[in-house]
């Protein structure tokens, strides 16, 4: 995810299915992304953003 990595975040390992974890070193932030096609669910990502520690305005940027 683009939006991840312009915020410090790389790709960490594999998750169950077709998730991966994500982590931005600097921080010790973790996330888990679905790596599934078509659009995120809303909800999904609020929780996304939620555990990156980051406002919706910076994820966006």
Same mark, same amino acid.
């Not at 990595?5 to 932030?29: A, C, D, Q, V």
């Not at 679905?34 to 609020?46: E, F, K, M, N, S």
């Given at each position: 995810? #683009? @939006? ?18 994500? %982590?931005?070193?600097? &921080?010790?932030?973790?996330? !888990?992304?679905? @790596?599934?096609?078509?659009? %995120? ?5 609020? #929780? %996304? %953003? &939620?555990? &990156? ?7 966006? !940027?």
């Amino acid at each position: 995810m #683009a @939006c991840l990595r312009r915020r410090g975040f790389e790709y960490l390992r594999p998750g169950k299915g077709s998730h991966e974890f994500w %982590i931005n070193r600097e &921080t010790g932030k973790v996330t !888990m992304v679905a @790596c599934h096609p078509g659009d %995120i669910p809303r909800g999904t990502l609020r #929780a %996304i %953003i &939620t555990q &990156t520690g980051l406002t919706t305005e910076e994820f966006l !940027m």
